[in-house]
């Protein structure tokens, strides 16, 4: 469960869900919206919501664990490539 603060790179997110085995989910924080972003359909709205500067208001679920751990790996890279442009 991690929160997409930074999820700026759609491109790279998106490579990196499709390595995942199993379903990985877009929640919003409140929980009202999700999106399965294995779905290429769900994976546009998801999306059309990111680029609107909203995310910051969702997690990200994986259903696998092994894929959880690439997924804060995926973020944790994307954080520390912007702390050494800083």
Known sequence: MMLL?????????IEA?????????LRSVDGR????????????????????D??????IFCMNPADEGY???FFYSLSEAKTRCA
Request: hydrophobic residues 35%; contains cysteine.
């Open 33 to 52: 919206e999700e999106f399965n972003l294995k779905s290429v359909l769900s994976r546009y709205v998801a999306i059309g919501e990111l680029c609107k």
């Open 54 to 59: 909203h995310g910051d208001q969702y997690e």
């Open 5 to 13: 603060k930074n999820a700026k790179d759609i491109d790279n997110l």
């Open 17 to 25: 869900v499709d390595h995942c085995r199993d379903d990985v989910l």
């Open 71 to 73: 997924m804060m790996h």
